[in-house]
């Protein structure tokens, strides 16, 4: 799916960039798919992903979820509620994150988002509720 869009901070400079969060791509049935390597910029001191890390990249694919769907009404998608649980420590490799959308409303949308590891065990799930406004 392309369609125009300029952001108000460069990509390279946003979250994503600085983190490294890769939006892979979008199933047609609204499917997200993302990626983020495990480098010590992702890492809290005992050297193990930052809970952080994962809370982020689960609103961010969210967010760009339903940003694509919505904004060709001149709508944004803005993140209303994460709630992130985190069940195993990632250490290295990849986080391969994949989210469902269960909810899409006027102006709600919820999202249930996996994050994995290389091995496909699952580190961290996420719900989280992204508000959908008029771009003005």
Do not use: C
């Amino acid at each position: 799916m392309t369609f125009e869009f300029t952001p108000a901070v460069p990509p390279d400079r946003d979250l994503d960039g600085t983190l490294g969060i890769k939006l892979d791509r979008i199933d047609d049935d609204g499917t997200i798919h993302a990626t983020l390597a495990i480098e010590d910029r992702v890492r809290q001191p005992y050297g193990v992903v930052h809970g952080g890390a994962y809370a982020a990249m689960a609103e961010s694919m969210a967010s760009a979820g339903t940003f694509v769907s919505v904004h060709q009404d001149g709508k944004i998608a803005l993140g209303l509620s994460n709630n992130t649980q985190f069940l195993r420590s990632g250490t290295q490799g990849t986080v391969h994150g994949t989210g469902v959308p269960i909810h899409r409303g006027r102006t709600t949308w919820v999202w249930d988002i996996t994050l994995s590891d290389d091995d496909e065990r699952v580190l961290a799930v996420s719900r989280v509720t992204i508000a959908v406004r008029d771009a003005k």
